[in-house]
């Protein structure tokens, strides 16, 4: 399951939570703990998604799903910059969260006209990108 969201991008105070974490990026100095930072913020961003498709808030749906998986593309920039392996745990866990994240994403597509449908299938390919991309530095370092 994807992690509670909490407060939507639609809230007023929504820009306090984005400030927060990126501080708490910021002041993370492990790259397994800022990757796995990433990934909670990943999930979060994909779980706000498909409530705002239910919410019928559409464009900030699509921005927010585009903004999940940016997320999960630092993540593996993070894991790239550290030129060290993934714990096996860690690595299932990536491996997990990126095929949650293309099946949330692929049951909003029935729930947007079809002009919107290319943003999420656009989101799906740079899940699987990013998911090959784990696979290689799990499997090279």
Do not use: C, W
Not at 68 to 89: F, H, I, M, Q, W
Not at 91 to 109: G, I, M, P, R, W
């Amino acid at each position: 399951d994807l992690a509670f969201p909490g407060m939507l991008p639609d809230h007023p105070l929504y820009k306090l939570k984005v400030l927060r974490d990126k501080i708490t990026l910021f002041l993370t100095q492990d790259p397994m703990k800022k990757a796995q930072y990433h990934l909670l913020l990943a999930d979060k961003r994909i779980h706000m998604a498909a409530i705002l498709i239910d919410k019928g808030e559409i464009e900030l749906a699509k921005e927010t799903a585009l903004k999940g998986e940016n997320e999960y593309t630092l993540l593996v920039n993070t894991l790239k910059d550290a030129r060290k392996k993934p714990s096996k745990e860690l690595f299932e866990k990536l491996e997990k969260a990126s095929l949650k994240h293309q099946e949330v994403l692929t049951k909003t597509l029935g729930k947007v006209d079809s002009k919107d449908k290319k943003t999420f299938e656009n989101v799906i390919y740079f899940s699987k990108t990013n998911l090959n991309e784990i696979k290689t530095i799990y499997k090279t370092y």
